[in-house]
């Protein structure tokens, strides 16, 4: 426990575990938040629209094991299919924030 010791939020947490903003370990960390928060998103979209991968993946003009994949956060995904996934799949806007 001495490795937490002094941490007071959550930002110090992940700066002790992954480093400061910036540097490649972070960066991977941020990177695959990123991914889990999307994968986290089409999956409860698409529980919604009570649909399954493969309803989903025929709607939206891709395969299933894409769906599967962005699912279970592996592999990268082009940004014009997974708007097409949300959009065309589940009639869903998509909106992109840069900070």
């Known amino acids: 426990m001495t490795k937490y010791k002094g941490i ?3 930002d110090e947490l992940i700066e ?3 480093g400061q903003i910036g540097t490649d370990p972070r960066n991977e960390y941020e990177e695959r938040a990123q991914m889990f928060i999307v994968s986290e998103m089409l999956k409860e979209a698409r ?3 009570n649909m399954t991968q493969q309803e989903l993946a025929e ?3 891709t395969k ?7 699912e279970n956060a592996k592999g990268n995904i082009q940004l014009s299919t997974l708007i097409r996934i949300f959009e065309k799949g589940l009639n869903r806007k998509v909106g992109l ?3």
């Not at 299933?64 to 962005?70: A, D, F, P, Q």
């Open 8 to 10: 007071k939020t959550f």
């Open 64 to 70: 299933k094991s894409y769906i599967s994949k962005i």
């Open 47 to 49: 529980k919604q629209a």
């Open 97 to 99: 924030t840069f900070i």
């Open 16 to 18: 002790r575990e992954y």
């Open 59 to 61: 709607k939206a003009g």
